[in-house]
């Protein structure tokens, strides 16, 4: 089966700036969006269709593609900004249409 | 305002069925794509399936099918999502979440979850 991959974990000091990977083998043909969800929370969409982000959503979320990795943004991370991080895609199969990374923990050390 | 209200945490016994409700407010469910997503504890997003609205028709995880139904109220505005020969496996936090599906499929609209616990 079609497979989103992320680190399961980064780390950044307050400030700095956080990149969080997702590597599959269909990004190049759909977008990718972008998820964060924070301990006993619903996940918040935080950028769709590649590089946008909903209304709301601080301008230091950010995103962009290259070949088959899609990379997530934050800068001028801020304590806030801890929480899972998930990417969510297609698969070119049809018969399994959207599938998200394993997540990947945003610790603010 | 569109927001999703979901029923309350569940326990069930393994092999019984448990049935999960979303009801939506500030808009008509006939105009929603309602897809739902399972995180099993200290575990990543699980998607599930869905409904589409243009069709009338829903579509399913190849994992869960035979053993989910989703079906729509559309009287209520409510969603229901009903998992049957449950395991403990299947003891997650169940969302409902709105589809949308512009340059690509992505979802915009979360509920708050329900807990379903399977223990014998």
């Known amino acids: 089966s079609y497979e989103l991959t992320q680190p399961p974990s980064v780390s950044v000091s307050p400030g700095q700036t956080a990149r969080i990977t997702c590597s599959g083998d269909a990004l190049p043909n759909h977008f990718a969006s972008w998820y964060q969800q924070k301990p006993g929370q619903a996940p918040v969409l935080v950028i769709y269709?590649?590089?946008e982000r909903p209304s709301g959503i601080p301008e230091r979320f950010s995103a962009s593609s290259s070949g088959t990795t899609v990379t997530l943004t934050i800068s001028g991370v801020q304590a806030e900004d801890e929480a899972d991080y998930y990417c969510?895609?297609?698969?070119?199969?049809?018969?399994?249409?959207?599938?998200f990374g394993g997540g990947t923990k945003l610790t603010v050390l | 305002q569109v927001q999703l209200e979901q029923s309350g945490a569940e326990v069930k016994k393994p092999g019984a069925s448990v049935k999960v409700s979303c009801k939506v407010s500030g808009y008509s469910l006939t105009e929603l794509s309602m897809h739902w997503v399972r995180q099993a504890p200290g575990k990543g997003l699980e998607w599930m399936g869905g409904?589409?609205?243009?069709?009338?028709?829903?579509f399913n995880a190849q994992k869960f099918q035979g053993r989910v139904t989703m079906i729509e109220d559309t009287s209520t505005d409510t969603a229901y999502m009903e998992l049957s020969s449950l395991t403990s496996a299947d003891t997650a936090v169940y969302y409902c979440?709105?589809?949308?599906?512009?340059?690509?499929?992505?979802?915009?609209?979360w509920g708050p979850g329900t807990l379903v616990t399977v223990s014998s």
């Open positions: 969510q895609s297609a698969d070119n199969s049809g018969t399994h249409p959207v599938v």
């Open positions: 979440a709105t589809l949308q599906e512009g340059g690509n499929l992505y979802f915009d609209l």
């Open positions: 409904f589409d609205p243009e069709d009338g028709e829903t």
């Open positions: 269709e590649g590089s």
